[in-house]
């Protein structure tokens, strides 16, 4: 099974200013099989980023991916406040297909 | 408008059985493989089960196999989880999701919650 590893737990920074999460693989997600969920309190999740770096539709531009292999980020430019939600990762290339715990992003 | 509905959520007991169902609509089923994802209230999400656009290929989490069935019925556009043998573990809110090995999941309904309790 592999394994994801999201950092930091939670991050508190103000509107305008750059988030940046991280997904560390156990081993090599294939074919960077690599998606990013938004989960807002109360709401399902939203598919963000698909493949490590494809912006889902309807997407802000703000909101981007990169990575390969076994490590992946997940940018936001500048926040809003409606960005206030867990962000999870996913590999979805090998089965079992496995989340990450999460990294939890306030608006201070 | 692309749309997947949950249901059959409910509370049973442990070792008690349940049958989940969703419903699609807004797209061509038979194109896409489908998901079954649970959250824990205040907890992160766990893929359950998934399977194939055609039904002949499907896949387990450790911790559901053995238990839990995933199924569809493409002629009516649904997928099911058949749950036995059930434990207050598997209390979660189940989420049905368009996607699967090799394809993100675009889509999801708003959950279906299962409670097991004595």
């Known amino acids: 099974e592999i394994v994801l590893t999201q950092s930091p737990g939670t991050l508190s920074l103000s509107p305008g200013e750059r988030a940046t999460l991280s997904c560390r693989a156990s081993?090599?997600?294939?074919?960077?099989?690599l998606a990013w969920y938004q989960q807002k309190p109360g709401q399902a999740p939203r598919l963000l980023i698909y493949?490590?770096?494809g912006r889902a539709t309807g997407i802000p531009d703000r909101f981007s991916g990169s990575g390969s292999g076994t490590d992946f980020t997940l940018t936001i430019s500048r926040l809003e406040p409606e960005d206030l939600a867990v962000y999870y990762c996913q590999q979805y290339g090998t089965s079992p297909l496995t989340f990450g715990p999460g990294t939890k992003v306030d608006i201070k | 408008e692309v749309q997947v509905v949950e249901s059959g959520g409910g509370v049973v007991r442990p070792g008690g059985s349940l049958r989940l169902s969703c419903a699609a609509s807004?797209?061509?089923?038979?194109?896409?493989?489908m998901s079954w994802v649970r959250q824990v209230p205040g907890k992160g999400l766990e893929w359950v089960s998934g399977?194939?656009?055609?039904?002949?290929?499907?896949g387990y989490a450790d911790s559901v196999k053995g238990r839990f069935t995933i199924s569809r019925d493409n002629a009516k556009n649904s997928l099911y989880l058949q749950m036995n043998s059930l434990r207050a573990e598997d209390t979660a809110l189940y989420y049905c999701?368009?996607?699967?090995?090799?394809?993100?999941?675009?889509?999801w309904g708003q959950g279906t919650l299962v409670t097991v309790s004595s």
């Open positions: 493949g490590a770096s």
């Open positions: 999701a368009r996607g699967g090995r090799g394809t993100s999941f675009d889509y």
């Open positions: 399977i194939n656009w055609n039904g002949g290929s499907t």
């Open positions: 807004g797209f061509t089923f038979d194109d896409y493989g």
């Open positions: 081993q090599s997600v294939s074919s960077s099989y």
